[in-house]
């Protein structure tokens, strides 16, 4: 290219919403109140135990490379987590421990695809999923999906996008923007199809333990050759120590060992050392806590939408996210989220970041603020709307 | 691949010298003392005042994402440290906080390089920079560079290894494992030799301020067309705080930032608050102690091991690394690295790992161990080699 930028720059896009957050903090900078349901991330603050075991690290000097893969005793918690948790036995060995969510997304991808393969995934979807597969000269086929199959891919699906190119299949349950969970069965029928036409499954689990009604079961009791991604980020309120890991089939443990140690060299050493008290007792305790706070956001914003005209055809079982056809109101979503800013301070995500499947009629509200704050939202909206 | 691990994980390796390392902690753990050479990090931890400042961030709740590109304090410490130091006006918008050196690597190899396109680069060289153009289905030129340029790539090598395919060259300075600098002149000919092709150069520049000769100038200063790789981990010892940063041409701003939100969401918000204390006058006092700590190291290791036989036909002038020649021992440094280890406790790392050229006869010494280390080192080498 003329301008010496590489041409996947072309494919990929930014996050739309920044230019609303941007507007959003400069209105705040004015002087005007912001209720703030754009925000990906948990209001909540990391857990007490897990910032004072980073600060213990820091105060021991444990400012030095871990070894590529992680901290073994880190390692040794997700598996005792696993187990615990599920009653699922995952060897410490397949258990790669990554700079967030993101390094495991691109651990994944990277193991996996060839340029010119391609990874199914569901539309709506998390943005950065289609990109670590572009930047790998990969390709997407993002698959529209509907309240039919709770916004989830299904087995149908791989009878009808699968193709000789394809290679991988990405879910996320809970998933990023709808908050719907794939059942069990959905997940095992799933699997199963993926594998018997010999490609891979990558579930990423990052909103497991924001589970209201039933739980999410990990794929890892489910198939031996999946790669799950999770992170320390969401459910334990670590999303700036940048912190996640991996679950691989023991056939890739050495490739992805490999690729750890020449793209990161290592997870944050200070992060690991906070994240060994992730799963104490008390921890625990606070999370469930909280975990019981989103649960009442949900009760409280989802009803109120939908009494306002948002159409909210699945209950979002997970996550923090309402996902709501607003085409009662506009049949442009960025123009409207915009509106909504600047005529009642409420900020929200439009669906253009989530993928092309009618985003326009879609905005993505996070209850990732205080039911007051929720409250304050829906009054003013529904002051604006009716 | 019938084993489902994409074709790009047969080209990347893993650091040869971990087996060694394994070993080396497997004979320390039976009682064995080890003296360590091998080691890429500095012994020094995180100075205190970096410290302190990542635990305050800690107690007042920095544990949010920043904004992709970092936080905006932080960029602008950077570009004060370049106008101080350099004399330097850099704008904070051309600065990228990123996941360590290797996410800024990720970052400029992505905008910059094309399938099929070829990066230049000396071999010796960092591991991991072949990587990286291997991932985005790239080419890597190694060029075999000698002690006739100091190990760096020139002009010279520009006029015989450009081809059409090429699109970058990568330079270090001070380089690793060489430690050998590109002297200003050098540097503004490769600049010029590369931007008249129309290609870029991308410039790593993680080991200044451990320069112990002169001074290492920034590539910032000679172009605005580079891309500038920083860190925080080698001169600033803050290694498993995993924080660098990539300077770009203002071209690249949004490509670079659009690429850092998807890959990266953002780096680590404690280490970025922590590095806001590494420009402060009472750091960047305990750096200069350490500066001139590994300079009498380098003076005290590098006629020891010249005085033994190892050839070092360059004075290393910065990092911490001494790339000798030890073809009067032996013609197959793995091995020979293997037998140190094994007979006398000594552990380095063998050429393997930097490249293709003349491998097997070079040993790299890193002195990131206290003097006395040292003189244990040079005093078992000494009582087995003569």
Redesign the interface.
């Known amino acids: 290219m003329s301008?010496?930028?590489?041409?996947?720059?072309e494919d990929?896009?930014?996050?739309q919403v920044?230019a609303l957050l941007a507007r959003a903090r400069e209105l705040e900078a004015q002087g005007r109140s912001i209720v703030h349901l754009e925000i990906g991330?948990p209001d909540f603050?990391?857990p007490q135990p897990i910032?004072e075991a980073?600060?213990a690290a820091?105060?021991a000097?444990?400012?030095?490379?871990?070894p590529a893969v992680g901290l073994a005793a880190l390692r040794e918690a997700i598996a005792n987590w696993y187990s615990k948790g599920a009653g699922i036995t995952v060897s410490p060995e397949r258990i790669i421990v990554t700079?967030?969510a993101?390094?495991a997304l691109?651990l994944a991808m990277?193991?996996?695809?060839?340029?010119g393969e391609a990874v199914l995934m569901a539309d709506p979807g998390y943005?950065?999923n289609r990109?670590?597969a572009r930047?790998?000269?990969g390709k997407t086929i993002g698959i529209p999906v509907t309240e039919a199959s709770d916004y989830q891919l299904s087995s149908n699906h791989m009878d009808s996008y699968w193709t000789p190119e394809t290679r991988v299949a990405l879910v996320a349950s809970p998933a990023n923007p709808t908050g719907t969970l794939l059942s069990q069965a959905g997940l095992a029928a799933l699997i199963k199809s993926v594998e018997s036409r010999?490609g891979?499954l990558i579930v990423d689990e990052i909103y497991h333990g924001l589970v209201y009604e039933g739980r999410a079961a990990t794929a890892l009791g489910l198939s031996d050759h999946v790669l799950v991604i999770n992170s320390f980020s969401k459910y334990f309120?670590?999303?700036?120590?940048?912190l996640g890991w991996l679950v691989v089939p023991n056939?890739?443990i050495?490739?992805a060992?490999?690729?750890a140690?020449?793209?990161?060299?290592?997870?944050?050493?200070?992060?690991q050392y906070a994240a060994l008290a992730a799963f104490k007792p008390e921890t625990l305790e606070i999370l469930e806590a909280r975990r019981v706070e989103f649960q009442q956001r949900r009760d409280f914003l989802l009803p109120g939408l939908r009494s306002l005209g948002f159409y909210v055809p699945v209950t979002p079982q997970g996550a923090f996210y309402i996902y709501a056809n607003c085409s009662r109101f506009s049949t442009d979503s960025f123009a409207f989220a915009q509106e909504l800013l600047e005529k009642t301070g409420v900020a929200v995500t439009p669906g253009i970041d989530f993928g092309c499947n009618a985003p326009q009629q879609h905005l993505r509200f996070a209850y990732t603020t205080s039911t007051e704050q929720l409250q304050e939202g829906l009054k003013r909206l529904q002051a604006y709307l009716n």
């Open positions: 301008d010496g930028i590489a041409r996947r720059m990929i896009k930014p996050f920044m991330e603050n990391t910032v980073g600060i820091l105060r000097g444990q400012v030095h490379y871990t700079p967030g993101s390094g691109l990277a193991v996996l695809l060839n340029p943005p950065c990109y670590f930047l790998l000269e010999k891979t309120g670590m999303t700036g120590w940048r056939n890739f050495e490739a060992e490999k690729l140690q020449n793209l990161f060299l290592a997870a944050s050493t200070p992060a």
